[in-house]
């Protein structure tokens, strides 16, 4: 890839959030920050999004370097112990919901739930202002991005605290990319 200026690409994580108050249907972008990882991945056999892409990571860097409470790292039972896998298990199950469900809602066996939540358990008690209306846009559609938006919501949230409290980068360490791609890697070196 074509090497770019990289410290300000946490604007995309900005831009992101504040498109989804422009009209949610620009939640579904949401896919391209699983998607791309992976694709690098498999072409550069090396983590090379979270190495220098991740506006996300980007992001809590800018904004915690130097600056985070304690300016520790997070205790190992959170970095180096079963919670990483906890978090693959949740969003693999969160992802899973999200596709059943987008489906239910396209065949017309359920209402799309046009709200955000924070994780899968908390409705946020606000609703999302439009600035542009989805219009004619279909239910599956608007029940897919909000779903998405939610997704990333719950995942910046999470990285923000963690950064704040520990270093900037903590939410890295669990994070469901980044736990695949190592599990990736390790098959690709034995396989090679
Ligand atoms: S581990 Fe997750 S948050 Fe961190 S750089 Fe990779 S994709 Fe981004």
Redesign the pocket.
Known sequence: MKKIKTNYLFIITIVFFALGFVNILFGILGFL?MLI?IVLLIKDRK?T???RY????NL?TTLFQGRSLTGKAAPKWLTKGKVKWFVLAYFGMNLLILTMSTIMVFRGRVEPMEYLRLTIAFRLPWDVPQLISAGPAANWALHLAYRFYSMMLT?TIT?LILGWVYLP?T???I????TI?DVSLKNMKRAA
Do not use: L
Request: aromatic share 14%; net charge positive; charged share 15%.
């Open positions: 920050c990882p983590k999004w979270c190495q991740c506006p996300r990571a809590f995942t990285g980068r939410w890295c360490t994070c469901p990319i980044n791609s």
